[in-house]
């Protein structure tokens, strides 16, 4: 059974800043998002080892380093405009637009 969809404040082109964990006080932007297990996808966040087999000639294999989901609970969008992370407002009269709580101004919709 699925639950209902939540209504997410992260959307793919943000840019965030990680907040807790080992990449903490980093930042990068969201490259995909996962909504029903709550988690993203940040550029150069959270990277881990795999090994890779090659697959033909030409590929090599070896260790390679790539990018797993954080959940978004431990990511914060960064505003442009003061240039902070902020938690992120909705406007009332608009429905798809966000706000930054700290300085008001409208937050990119991608």
């Known amino acids: 059974m699925m639950k209902n969809p939540v209504k997410l404040n992260l959307k793919k082109g943000d840019t965030v800043k990680v907040m807790t964990g080992n990449d903490r006080g980093k930042q ?31 590929e090599q294999g070896g260790i390679i380093s790539k990018e797993s989901p954080i959940n978004l609970s431990n990511l914060m969008i960064v505003c442009q405009s003061c240039h902070a992370p902020t938690r992120v407002k909705r406007n009332p009269d608009k429905p798809g637009e966000r706000i930054c709580a700290r300085c008001g101004a409208v937050l990119a919709n991608k």
């Open 28 to 58: 990068g932007k969201i490259l995909f998002v996962f909504p029903e297990k709550n988690k993203a996808i940040v550029e150069g966040i959270n990277l881990v080892k795999k090994h890779q087999r090659a697959k033909s000639q030409t």
